[in-house]
């Protein structure tokens, strides 16, 4: 059964980091681009950051550069995204999706997704 798993999500003050997992079972993450996504309450989903299937190349919206990294281990068959000096508008539930032989995380075009993850930042 092909299966992504995310974890990591909690309650964490501004300022504070977290690191996301997303754990692949029954397919091999190294052929598929890996995107994070997230969802607001009342807001629509929208791309943070993707990671290349075949390079390391990344990409990240506007709103995460210079605070969030993805990174892939293959050896584990897992991505994360680490999350720092988060704010309280980074508040969301977290998903991450795949899509096969891509360098491209379209929000509508994903292969599999995950079921998320929450993050909520507040003090």
């Known amino acids: 059964q092909l299966q992504l798993v995310e974890s990591g999500g909690g309650l964490v003050q501004p300022g504070g980091s977290l690191r996301l997992s997303c754990a692949a079972s029954g397919f091999t993450l190294d052929y598929y681009a890996i995107g994070w996504f997230r969802q607001a309450p009342g807001k629509e989903r929208e791309g943070v950051s993707c990671v290349c299937s075949s390079s390391d190349s990344t990409n990240y919206a506007d709103s995460v550069k210079g605070r969030f990294t993805i990174s892939r281990d293959n050896a584990k068959n897992t991505v994360y995204l680490q999350m720092n000096s988060l704010k309280p508008e980074d508040t969301a539930v977290y998903y991450c999706?795949?899509?096969?032989?891509?360098?491209?995380?379209?929000?509508?075009?994903?292969?599999?997704w995950g079921k998320g993850t929450l993050v909520t930042v507040s003090s």
């Open positions: 999706a795949a899509r096969r032989a891509s360098c491209y995380c379209p929000n509508y075009g994903m292969d599999y």
